[in-house]
Structure formats: C-alpha cells, structure tokens
C-alpha cells in the first residue's frame, strides 16, 4: 500500500475511535460487577417465639459472606446480622408485635457487595396466642389412698411439655409435674380439697420460649368430700368441717323461704354460721375458694335441715269390715272372709276383695294377704286392696269389680280410716305410702290422687259432715303415674318401680282420726292396693 494512503487510514481509524474508547474507559474505573453467594433458602431456619423470631442455616460455602441484612414490613424493619460463614448461625431478631411476618435477608461481604436476597416467613407469638391456650385436659382425677390421681388420654402434641399442679395444705405450699409423654401422674400426700394447674408449652417445634396455658381450678364436690354438717334447728346454726387447704376461704349458705318463696344468701369466711331468718327445710350449701383474684365455689349440696320421725303405730286402730247382716266388725282371725260373708262397713267406702290367704301364709309364700290392718303392719307384702270406682275421676264410664265386689254408683270414691289416738290429737305433717312389694308393682294398682281429712270427734266413721279437709289441692304421691285419662296440670311422675312414695309434705295438723280417699286412679286393673302407711312430723 502507498505509504501516504496507509497514514491517512490510520487517521481516519483512530478519529472514529476515540469517543466509545472515553466510554469503555470510564465503565471499567468503576469495577467488575461482584456478586455474594444468597443463602439457600431451603436450609434457613425461622422458629417463631415469644415476640422474637430465631433464625438459624449452616455454614456457607461462600467464604466471603460476613454479614445479614434482614429485612420486613416494606423495610421498616431492619436487624443487621455479623456472622462467621464457616460456622452454623444461630440469632434472634427481638421485639417484633404478634402477627405473621415475610422477611428479606441479604448476604453482605466486607466490602458491602450484596446477594441476591432470599424471602423467609415466620410467625411471632404473644399474649393473644398464649391467652387462648388450654391446660391438658384431665379424663379422671381420684383419690388413691394418700395421693391425688391424675388421668389423661395419650398425647398428640409435641409442642405440649408438661403440666404442673399446686395445692396448699399443712399451711404450706405443694407442687407436682406430670410430663407429656405420662398418661398417668400423682399428686404425692395429698390432703387437700383443691388444686389448681396448667400446661406449658412451646410455640413451634425447635423453639425455646415456653408459653402457659391460663390456671385452671379443680374443687372436690360433695360426691368425693363428704360433707360432715352439724345443724342446730332452735338456732339455724351450722358447724362445718374446716379443709385442709390453703385456698378454701369459707361457706356459702342459699335457701328459699317456704313462706315469701324469697331467695336467700349467706356466707361465712369460717367454719360456723347462724342463719338470720331461716325458713326452709332445705339449704344448699357451697365451699368458697379463692385461687389469686379467681373465687370459685363448689357444686351446691343440698342439705335437709328437716328431721323426719314416724309417728308410733303401736295403739293405731285400723276401721274394720263387717259381718253380713250384722254391723260387727270382722275379727281381725277372720279378715279373710267370702265377700258374701259381709256387708259394707260404715267404716270403708265398700268391701273389700276376698282373700284367701291368712296371716301364717305370710311365712309361707310372701304374699296376697289382704285386709284393712294389713297396711300399717311394717309388712310391704300384706296390703289393703280399695276397689276403684267408675272411671278415673269418679264421673265417666267403666266400673271396677273384683271377687264379686263393684263400685257402680257415679262419684263414690274409696277410702280409709284410721284412729291415730282415742284420747290426744295426734301431730303430723307429712305421709308416706309404700305399694305392694310382690306382684306385679304395677303403676296402674297405685292411686293416681288422694284427699286427706282429719277429724277428732268419734262419730266421724259414721258422720261425714265430722271431718275437715288437710291438702288443698289432689295430692299425687311420688311413684305414681298419671296417664292420658288424668288432668294434665298433675304432671308426669316416674312409673312403677319404685315401692316407696317418699314423705310428702302436708300442713302442720293435729286430730284423732284420718280419713283417705282415692280421688284419682288409672283404668287398668281392678284395685288399688297400699301395702304400708305411715304419718309423721318433720322439725
């Protein structure tokens, strides 16, 4: 090539040149682009805690990482991390409120050139959480000879730690744990009537923090605590036993008065109280505790301050049947005779079935023997057998008969009389009646409703105009069953298992003589039969 046309190219190349050399210059003073090694985000740990987050990962296989940068809620967070890469890194991120968090974690090296940021999510624990969890939950507790015995289900919770348990007695203060994994635990030389306990936890497997479930309280009812309660009536005063417990802090005493049908309410932070205006033949009573700020009571026992005592039935003169055709009673030898042996008595409402048994077949087979006396014999299988009228009410169709006796006329109702005393009226305010113990023990042999009358003059047997009436309103002794014929405002009562009626209460009376009349009475069957009656006082 000429040499003058080769210089001037190379002019030329060198002008054109120039300007992307100014660029490529001033790009490469500032350095190469250097990047960090992120962290593997598989290999990151975050354990939410209490108000904190843990965070751990292994070492790094970048050497050159010195320092973390961790990032959340848009950046308004930030916590700064120095670490060593060739180790396991373990450290907290403190003070953070309770909620879910995303955090952004950068790897830093000693020149501050920075990873490609990884996203990690975490939850925060606190005392909302904490306030919504539960103690382990108890399946049974019981006494086992001198230690309290605690029974769980199997636990599925590894977050679950163990449950601790105090109790107060000797004046002195009680401890226990039972472990997660026990099913069974013991509360050792327990003498007291309460415990109290709760469940600690962790918030997530691999975490430190421990979080505690609300105490929990446990009182003995008077199922497992008997209670011993002396009851003084002329006072309305109560000793009580004192527990053994450091938490129990006294009595708690709510009647209703039988008269206002007012509710009362009385305490005592001790073991004795006399009750101001006291009217009831019941009180419940209930033990006080208090567990910090917490008061928790016991079940409320019901406790009758009614003392129940049977009147004695040594001189009761039972109204007698008569022979026919001649008014004279029937001796009590020859109760069981042919109903055409007799006439009805002025003393019954009517005769009464035929019996065929005597008194010495009592000892043989138990049973069927049936006469007027036999219902105050102490003897539930002898019994007084009343034939039942037309109808349930004495007023619709269907008479009754049985062995040859009938009631057919409209509204006669049966009845009894009993002559509690010659001489002094008697005192009662309650009866009980007790059915026939062999049998069948139908409900439908047992009256459905009765009236009762006293009287203290002698020609009552005769004279009805001699007796006054006790119960304002039909009576339906306990054990019996109402059924569709009855009026409904008398309820349903349990059908006829029981024998025993029960006390039912009456208004305080005292007289020589008592009438009772069967007022209400199912369809089924024939008779009616009472096997055992009885009066008395309550005080």
Not at 395 to 401: A, F, L, Q, Y
Not at 415 to 441: A, H, S, V
Request: proline share 5%.
């Amino acid at each position: 090539m000429n040499s003058r046309y080769l210089f001037l190219f190379l002019i030329v190349l060198a002008g054109a040149c120039s300007p992307m050399d100014d660029n490529y210059k001033n790009f490469v003073n500032d350095g190469p682009v250097v990047y960090i090694a992120k962290l593997d985000e598989t290999a990151v740990t975050a354990i939410g805690e209490r108000n904190r987050v843990r965070f751990m990962w292994p070492g790094q296989n970048d050497p050159r990482g010195v320092r973390a940068e961790i990032y959340w809620s848009n950046k308004q967070g930030h916590h700064t991390e120095l670490f060593d890469p060739s180790t396991a890194t373990d450290f907290y991120v403190e003070d953070l409120a309770e909620a879910s968090y995303i955090f952004e974690i950068y790897i830093f090296d000693d020149e501050d050139h920075a990873s490609v940021p990884i996203s990690v999510t975490a939850t925060v624990y606190g005392a909302t959480w904490e306030s919504y969890l539960t103690s382990r939950n108890i399946i049974v507790t019981e006494q086992e000879g001198a230690n309290r015995k605690i029974v769980y289900r199997k636990n599925m919770d590894r977050t679950l730690l163990y449950t601790d348990f105090e109790w107060k007695q000797d004046n002195s203060d009680f401890s226990a744990r039972v472990d997660s994994s026990d099913m069974t635990g013991y509360l050792n030389d327990f003498k007291a009537s309460s415990f109290r306990y709760r469940t600690s936890y962790l918030s997530e497997e691999g975490g430190t923090d421990i979080f505690r479930s609300a105490w929990q309280y446990y009182v003995m009812n008077e199922t497992e605590a008997v209670l011993d309660a002396g009851f003084d009536k002329p006072t309305s005063s109560f000793d009580l036993p004192v527990p053994n417990d450091g938490f129990w802090t006294g009595y708690e005493f709510q009647w209703i008065d039988v008269d206002t049908g007012e509710e009362k309410l009385q305490s005592t932070n001790s073991n004795t109280i006399t009750l101001t205006g006291y009217n009831a033949l019941v009180v419940n009573i209930v033990r006080t505790y208090r567990f910090d700020d917490v008061a928790v009571s016991t079940i409320p026992h019901a406790y009758s301050t009614a003392r129940y005592v049977d009147l004695d039935r040594t001189n009761w003169y039972v109204a007698p049947e008569t022979e026919k055709g001649t008014g004279t009673p029937i001796a009590t030898v020859n109760f069981g005779a042919n109903v055409s042996a007799k006439d009805k008595s002025p003393y019954l409402s009517h005769l009464l079935p035929f019996a065929t048994s005597t008194f010495d077949d009592i000892n043989s087979n138990g049973d069927g023997v049936n006469c007027p006396g036999a219902h105050i014999d102490n003897d539930s299988r002898t019994y007084l057998a009343m034939v039942k009228g037309i109808g349930t009410d004495a007023t619709s169709g269907g008479s009754h008969s049985n062995g040859g006796v009938a009631i057919t006329t409209p509204n006669e109702k049966p009845w009894f009389i009993i002559r509690l005393d010659p001489d002094t009226p008697r005192q009662f305010n309650y009866f009980r009646m007790r059915y026939r113990e062999n049998g069948t023990n139908a409900a439908a042999l047992k009256p459905q409703g009765l009236t009762l009358f006293g009287s203290d003059d002698d020609d009552c047997m005769t004279d009805e105009s001699k007796w006054t009436q006790i119960n304002a309103t039909t009576i339906v002794p306990p054990g019996s069953t109402t059924n569709s014929d009855l009026p409904a405002e008398l309820g349903v009562f349990a059908p006829g298992g029981s024998i025993d009626s029960g006390n039912v209460l009456l208004p305080d009376c005292a007289y020589k003589y008592i009438k009772v009349r069967f007022d209400l009475w199912a369809q089924a069957n024939n008779t009616m039969q009472v096997a055992d009656f009885k009066l008395g006082n309550y005080y």
